[in-house]
């Protein structure tokens, strides 16, 4: 059960602009009961929203819920009240917080006819894992910057990431290929899908111990992403390869994953059954050592890039696929 929902600008910290708060209404009326599984769509509310700006989402909880929609790695801080009805409330007082973000999926917004959207598709790296909370530095991010500078703020970024994610098997989230219809296809305006996924099957299938269901070869994951690639064209968006970043030195790395990563890689630069290729290999591999991120770009794991490392990933990203000029200044 929805008892009440909120929607503002977020002015700092949990404040929102007050001549911004607006209520949600659910089919006119102010609660919802959400059924196990199930979507529900608010009414459209009158809200004039700048490009790269932050929306306080309020929801009311009036009794027990399980959170089975969340983003447990959500980088910006979520504040929860105390009991009763606060999503009215300018600001959220004595709350507790967490990074992670529940109940909502989307925010959808009305554009203008040649809006369209990208799509990015994968795991932690994806999903900005282990950059700086409430900042934005996610390589999704970095990118949707470097769009607005380059005449491309009618080009929306989707960061469908999901820390822990994989494309075979189901663990953090379903797997790739059983979320692809929802967190893909159904998305509004999809022009450009950009898929960045493999390394968790690769390290958690290989790594020893492992159960015989979870081995991955290299010819599994090529199948899985020819599979991702077929059912985007059928609807006309066109896909994005991104090579696996070096992963040597973190806790699931073996080198029979190395060999996986190093066949996988191959096939997406070489086969061309991309419709573009990005190579985020390049652009963090140490050219010491390729099998590790360069000592910049390293956080620490072994396995995700830091903010520096998102930045360089971006900077990769050939923005003519989007009808840009490559060459367009970065905002950093």
């Given at each position: 059960?929805?008892?009440?929902?909120?929607?503002?600008?977020?002015?700092?910290?949990?404040?929102?602009?007050?001549?911004?708060?607006?209520?949600?209404?659910?089919?006119?009326?102010?609660?919802?009961?959400?059924?196990?599984?199930?979507?529900?769509?608010?009414?459209?509310?009158?809200?004039?929203?700048p490009a790269a700006?932050?929306?306080?989402?309020?929801?009311?909880?009036?009794?027990?819920?399980?959170?089975?929609?969340?983003?447990?790695?959500?980088?910006?801080?979520?504040?929860?009240?105390?009991?009763?009805?606060?999503?009215?409330?300018?600001?959220?007082?004595?709350?507790?917080?967490?990074?992670?973000?529940?109940?909502?999926?989307?925010?959808?917004?009305?554009?203008?006819?040649?809006?369209?959207?990208?799509?990015?598709?994968?795991?932690?790296?994806?999903?900005?894992?282990?950059?700086?909370?409430?900042?934005?530095?996610?390589?999704?991010?970095?990118?949707?910057?470097?769009?607005?500078?380059?005449?491309?703020?009618?080009?929306?970024?989707?960061?469908?990431?999901?820390?822990?994610?994989?494309?075979?098997?189901?663990?953090?989230?379903?797997?790739?290929?059983?979320?692809?219809?929802?967190?893909?296809?159904?998305?509004?305006?999809?022009?450009?899908?950009?898929?960045?996924?493999?390394?968790?099957?690769?390290?958690?299938?290989?790594?020893?111990?492992?159960?015989?269901?979870?081995?991955?070869?290299?010819?599994?994951?090529?199948?899985?992403?020819?599979?991702?690639?077929?059912?985007?064209?059928?609807?006309?968006?066109?896909?994005?390869?991104?090579?696996?970043?070096?992963?040597?030195?973190?806790?699931?790395?073996?080198?029979?994953?190395?060999?996986?990563?190093?066949?996988?890689?191959?096939?997406?630069?070489?086969?061309?059954?991309?419709?573009?290729?990005?190579?985020f290999e390049a652009?963090?591999?140490?050219?010491?050592?390729?099998k590790q991120f360069?000592?910049?770009?390293?956080?620490?794991?072994?396995?995700?890039?830091?903010?520096?490392?998102?930045?360089?990933?971006?900077?990769?990203?050939?923005?003519?696929?989007?009808?840009?000029?490559?060459?367009?200044?970065?905002?950093?």
């Amino acid at each position: 059960m929805i008892g009440a929902a909120h929607i503002a600008m977020r002015d700092q910290e949990s404040s929102v602009v007050p001549a911004s708060d607006r209520a949600l209404l659910f089919g006119g009326k102010p609660s919802c009961w959400i059924p196990p599984g199930a979507t529900e769509i608010s009414d459209a509310v009158n809200l004039d929203v700048p490009a790269a700006s932050d929306l306080a989402v309020s929801v009311y909880i009036p009794g027990t819920a399980a959170a089975d929609t969340m983003h447990a790695v959500g980088l910006h801080t979520t504040y929860v009240s105390k009991e009763g009805d606060a999503t009215a409330a300018p600001a959220t007082a004595d709350a507790t917080t967490t990074q992670s973000f529940y109940f909502l999926t989307n925010v959808d917004v009305a554009a203008a006819p040649d809006a369209a959207a990208i799509v990015t598709f994968g795991d932690s790296i994806t999903d900005g894992a282990v950059s700086t909370p409430n900042t934005d530095r996610s390589w999704p991010s970095f990118l949707a910057r470097r769009l607005a500078a380059a005449g491309g703020a009618n080009i929306a970024v989707l960061n469908q990431g999901i820390s822990g994610n994989r494309l075979l098997r189901d663990g953090a989230g379903v797997s790739a290929l059983a979320r692809f219809d929802r967190d893909v296809l159904v998305q509004p305006g999809v022009k450009w899908l950009m898929i960045l996924e493999g390394i968790n099957d690769i390290g958690l299938g290989l790594r020893p111990g492992a159960l015989d269901s979870d081995v991955v070869s290299s010819d599994d994951l090529i199948a899985a992403l020819k599979q991702l690639i077929e059912r985007a064209h059928e609807h006309g968006i066109k896909v994005i390869g991104g090579t696996l970043t070096p992963f040597e030195g973190a806790a699931y790395y073996s080198e029979a994953g190395e060999g996986v990563r190093e066949a996988v890689n191959q096939w997406i630069r070489s086969a061309g059954a991309f419709d573009a290729v990005v190579d985020f290999e390049a652009a963090t591999r140490d050219p010491e050592h390729p099998k590790q991120f360069r000592a910049g770009f390293n956080n620490g794991d072994h396995l995700h890039p830091n903010d520096a490392g998102y930045q360089a990933m971006a900077d990769a990203i050939d923005l003519s696929v989007f009808g840009l000029k490559a060459a367009a200044t970065n905002s950093r």
